[in-house]
């Protein structure tokens, strides 16, 4: 039986994490087995997993395919790897934490002749995974379902998301359809539990939100 100073969580007390193998890591965050299912293994299959598919492309889903590993521990590790993620991996995803950063991402469609409805998508940080335009309307209107919004945003495992659009008359008011078309979004969110963190809409180089 290993003794308790050679166990991973004792181990990194007395000679500092550097001295642990990234197997040994992985046993001090899991902690312990169940029956049947030896922690020791269990990191050592962890380990494998995070070297074939990487530590930032990593899901949640991966975890829990490993024998042993349930809801906690998977809850345990994915948190832990998120927010090293979230510190330590350079990324030039742009932080989206003000609708005038969200502003920034629609000069495209500023001058739009037609009505461009566009999607942000944002992760747990709110820093932008994607920005797509989703319909392309007529002078007066663009159409959009919640579906093609969040059939997107789930594409992206995006936490929450924004969405924009232009107004070609150059007219910086929130109508009434766009004031339906956020209480729209922001129910269907609700419902899937991707947050709806914004409406805004673009009138040459201003806007508003309609949130």
């Not at 902690?31 to 299959?45: L, P, R």
């Not at 991966?62 to 090293?84: H, P, Q, R």
């Not at 940080?125 to 379902?145: D, K, P």
């Amino acid at each position: 039986m290993v003794s308790q100073t050679e166990l991973p969580r004792e181990k990194l007390c007395r000679k500092g994490a550097s001295a642990l193998s990234d197997t040994e890591l992985l046993q001090a965050v899991i902690g312990s087995g169940g029956k049947g299912n030896d922690f020791k293994q269990i990191a050592k299959n962890l380990n494998s997993l995070i070297q074939k598919r990487g530590a930032a492309e990593l899901t949640y889903e991966d975890m829990k395919s490993i024998k042993g590993i349930g809801d906690a521990k998977a809850t345990i590790v994915f948190a832990a790897l998120e927010f090293w993620r979230r510190k330590f991996i350079k990324t030039n995803a742009p932080l989206i934490d003000s609708p005038e950063k969200a502003a920034e991402q629609l000069r495209e469609i500023k001058y739009k002749k037609q009505e461009y409805f566009v999607l942000l998508t944002l992760d747990g940080a709110r820093r932008l995974i994607n920005n797509r335009i989703v319909t392309i309307g007529t002078l007066m209107c663009s159409l959009v379902h919640p579906r093609e919004i969040y059939a997107l945003a789930i594409e992206d495992r995006a936490a929450s998301i924004i969405v924009a659009h232009n107004h070609p008359s150059g007219l910086l008011e929130v109508s009434a359809q766009d004031k339906e078309v956020t209480k729209r979004l922001k129910q269907a969110g609700d419902i899937i539990g991707i947050r709806l963190d914004d409406h805004i809409i673009i009138a040459g180089d201003d806007f508003i939100s309609a949130y």
